[in-house]
């Protein structure tokens, strides 16, 4: 299959197909923005939570990742994730046991990706387009919660990061969650990025490392209590 691709990118597209294939993609496109901007425009303040689909609820990231939305939902933040399996089924059960609001932006995948019970369903959306998709999580999101994952994850992270790094949005709060994990990284962070002049020294103040669920939902929190920002409910 993936060769398949490969050849037909590589090949020489005559007018009807890019017409009919890449030009109607663009309503496609503008098709997913415009759900998703109509069901999201009024949930409120929300704390987006990313992380693998690989983690099973036997893992301590997983009940974590549990322990951490109940508890951002009852200060009032609604709670989006992928919609999917692992680290997003915990943000979503989590919402849900504490009776918030569980927004899910599932993608279709060849593989891991289905909804997971924990939705309000009148929050759920389904998306062909990662970039479409990475919009909606931070357009709507006030804040950033990163549990261990893989490329999706650190696509994600790097995205919030990069945005506020720029200020095309607020400096709103990112918690990365388990400093072992993370640690490698940040050390790259460090050692290569900033000594190589690819980051600035503020940069790294851009998140921060926690290790326990009471750890995360206090950086949120404190970083509200400052703003005085109105939550859901």
Not at 26 to 31: E, I, L, S, W
Not at 151 to 174: H, S, V, Y
Request: glycine share 10%; charged share 25%; with cysteine.
């Amino acid at each position: 299959m993936n060769e398949t691709k490969l050849h037909n990118s590589l090949r020489q597209k005559n007018w009807d197909e890019t017409i009919t294939k890449d030009s109607w993609m663009v309503f496609k496109v503008m098709a997913e923005f415009v759900d998703g901007y109509e069901k999201l425009a009024k949930i409120g303040p929300c704390v987006s939570i990313f992380g693998s689909a690989r983690l099973k609820p036997e893992s301590r990231y997983y009940e974590m990742a549990v322990e951490i939305a109940e508890k951002i939902t009852k200060l009032g933040f609604g709670i989006i994730t992928g919609g999917g399996p692992g680290i997003m089924e915990a943000g979503n059960k989590g919402a849900f046991n504490a009776k918030g609001r569980s927004i899910g932006l599932n993608i279709d995948l060849p593989f891991e990706q289905h909804f997971n019970p924990y939705i309000n369903r009148s929050y759920s959306m389904n998306f062909d387009y990662f970039f479409v998709r990475k919009v909606m999580f931070v357009k709507y999101s006030q804040g950033f919660v990163v549990m261990p994952g893989g490329f999706g994850t650190l696509d994600e992270l790097t995205e919030a990061m990069t945005l506020i790094q720029t200020n095309k949005i607020g400096r709103f709060p990112i918690v990365l969650v388990g400093s072992e994990f993370w640690g490698g990284l940040l050390d790259w962070f460090k050692t290569t990025l900033l000594k190589e002049g690819m980051i600035a020294e503020g940069d790294l103040e851009l998140y921060r490392v926690v290790d326990t669920a009471d750890e995360a939902v206090a950086h949120i929190k404190a970083f509200y209590d400052k703003y005085s920002v109105n939550v859901n409910f």
